[in-house]
């Protein structure tokens, strides 16, 4: 990567004005030496709106064209999973950094060729998992990594939400050609890549997936048993069909158990360390620090554009892009299968879930 002078000023072009965006806007905002100088969209006058609310200068009809004209420095997509692929390899060809959002591909392969176009161009590829984000997550994080809780034993990963017929009936979403996958591509990943962030490397996965109430091709619930490197063994439960609505993660280890509820994003009060007998004492070693940042986009991409502006690697809350998205692809190949147990050296030689996801779905509706 070309080292950057400390003086610049990141210019960035975002890709897509839908809800996300305005995520991405207020994060850039948000930064001293950052700033958006262009966006584009599929509708022009959704793009123009989104100009006009954030003061962006300019508005251009295709991604081609902005880039073309612009030369940005960083790229914010924003789009739907079926056209990241194309649209981050454009950008890179351009010269541009790459900031992704979640899921960062619809494929495995396609994520493979991103970051190889990364490679070639000497560019950042950041992917959006901002629920690494926050202080809470980077201190039980120290602490496992530490030892300071004992060896993690077990964990469970809930992500319980809720989706009406209203949030499928956008074309693209609940089409294994569009949207990739279903909820656990779309909505699970969140946690499953929090899950991974804490424990590390996964070593097996076996999964369901299933259709419960939603008409849609892909699954609405799904459930797996994923074990990891160091032995955990987490059991996974992602739901579209949950009125209560909750994203949960525990984890229990020799001296401890670590618990985050919350639904979309986390602060110190979410967060909860309850001492197994004997280790009551050990809590005030586990406290969490005074000051408090919660999860949220702004952390994520502040601390990517420092590290561009400063020829940095990419931090740890936006590295290892493929981590969570192996682990959701093995679900899918594991239900393929019909709960056949999945490997990394196995889905790393898949035959068909390396380039897409689309997978058996047991249907249950009545």
């Given at each position: 990567m070309?080292d950057?002078?400390?003086?610049q000023?990141?210019r960035?072009?975002?890709?897509?004005?839908?809800?996300?965006a305005?995520?991405?806007?207020r994060?850039?905002?948000?930064?001293?030496?950052?700033?958006?100088?262009?966006?584009t969209?599929?509708?022009?006058?959704?793009?123009?709106?989104?100009?006009?609310?954030?003061?962006?200068p300019?508005?251009?009809?295709?991604?081609?064209?902005?880039l073309?004209?612009?030369?940005?420095?960083?790229?914010?997509?924003?789009?739907?999973?079926?056209v990241?692929?194309?649209?981050?390899v454009?950008?890179?060809?351009?010269g541009?950094?790459?900031?992704?959002?979640?899921p960062?591909?619809?494929?495995?392969?396609?994520?493979?060729?991103?970051?190889a176009?990364?490679?070639?161009?000497?560019?950042?590829?950041a992917?959006?998992?901002?629920?690494?984000?926050?202080?809470a997550?980077?201190?039980v994080?120290r602490?496992?990594?530490?030892?300071?809780l004992?060896?993690?034993l077990?964990?469970?990963?809930?992500?319980?939400?809720f989706?009406g017929?209203?949030?499928?009936?956008?074309?693209?979403?609940?089409?294994?050609?569009?949207e990739?996958?279903?909820?656990?591509?779309g909505?699970g990943?969140?946690?499953?890549?929090l899950?991974?962030?804490?424990l590390?490397?996964?070593?097996?996965?076996?999964?369901?997936?299933?259709?419960?109430?939603?008409?849609?091709?892909?699954?609405?619930?799904?459930?797996a048993?994923?074990?990891?490197a160091?032995?955990?063994?987490?059991?996974?439960?992602?739901?579209?069909?949950?009125?209560?609505?909750?994203?949960?993660?525990?984890?229990d280890?020799?001296k401890?158990?670590v618990?985050?509820?919350?639904?979309?994003?986390?602060?110190?009060?979410?967060?909860?360390?309850?001492?197994?007998?004997?280790?009551?004492?050990?809590?005030?070693d586990?406290?969490f620090?005074?000051?408090e940042?919660?999860?949220?986009?702004?952390?994520?991409?502040?601390?990517?554009?420092?590290?561009l502006l400063?020829g940095?690697?990419?931090p740890?809350?936006?590295s290892?892009p493929a981590?969570?998205?192996?682990i959701?692809?093995?679900?899918?190949?594991?239900?393929?299968?019909?709960?056949?147990v999945?490997?990394?050296?196995?889905?790393?030689?898949?035959?068909t879930?390396?380039?897409s996801?689309?997978?058996?779905?047991?249907?249950?509706?009545?």
């Amino acid at each position: 990567m070309t080292d950057r002078p400390m003086t610049q000023t990141l210019r960035v072009a975002l890709v897509g004005t839908g809800a996300v965006a305005n995520l991405h806007a207020r994060a850039v905002a948000a930064h001293p030496r950052a700033e958006i100088v262009a966006v584009t969209n599929l509708t022009r006058p959704e793009a123009e709106d989104f100009a006009d609310r954030y003061g962006v200068p300019a508005v251009y009809d295709d991604l081609a064209e902005l880039l073309t004209a612009e030369h940005p420095d960083v790229v914010l997509v924003c789009t739907p999973p079926g056209v990241h692929r194309d649209q981050t390899v454009q950008a890179f060809a351009a010269g541009a950094h790459v900031v992704v959002e979640k899921p960062p591909a619809s494929s495995l392969d396609e994520l493979d060729e991103m970051r190889a176009a990364a490679a070639a161009a000497g560019r950042q590829l950041a992917v959006v998992f901002q629920q690494r984000t926050g202080t809470a997550a980077a201190h039980v994080r120290r602490l496992l990594q530490s030892g300071a809780l004992g060896h993690p034993l077990l964990a469970v990963c809930q992500t319980l939400w809720f989706r009406g017929e209203d949030y499928f009936a956008v074309p693209w979403r609940g089409k294994w050609a569009t949207e990739g996958g279903g909820t656990t591509l779309g909505h699970g990943i969140h946690q499953l890549d929090l899950l991974a962030y804490l424990l590390g490397d996964w070593a097996s996965v076996h999964g369901r997936l299933w259709r419960l109430d939603r008409e849609t091709e892909t699954e609405d619930v799904s459930t797996a048993t994923v074990t990891f490197a160091n032995g955990v063994v987490a059991q996974v439960v992602t739901s579209a069909v949950s009125p209560r609505e909750s994203s949960s993660i525990r984890i229990d280890t020799q001296k401890a158990t670590v618990t985050v509820d919350h639904l979309y994003g986390h602060g110190h009060e979410n967060w909860r360390i309850t001492p197994a007998p004997g280790f009551e004492t050990d809590a005030a070693d586990w406290a969490f620090p005074e000051g408090e940042e919660r999860s949220d986009h702004a952390p994520l991409l502040r601390d990517v554009f420092d590290a561009l502006l400063e020829g940095g690697p990419l931090p740890d809350t936006a590295s290892d892009p493929a981590r969570s998205f192996e682990i959701v692809a093995a679900i899918y190949a594991s239900a393929a299968a019909d709960g056949a147990v999945v490997t990394p050296d196995l889905l790393a030689e898949h035959p068909t879930h390396r380039r897409s996801f689309a997978s058996p779905v047991t249907d249950l509706r009545s």
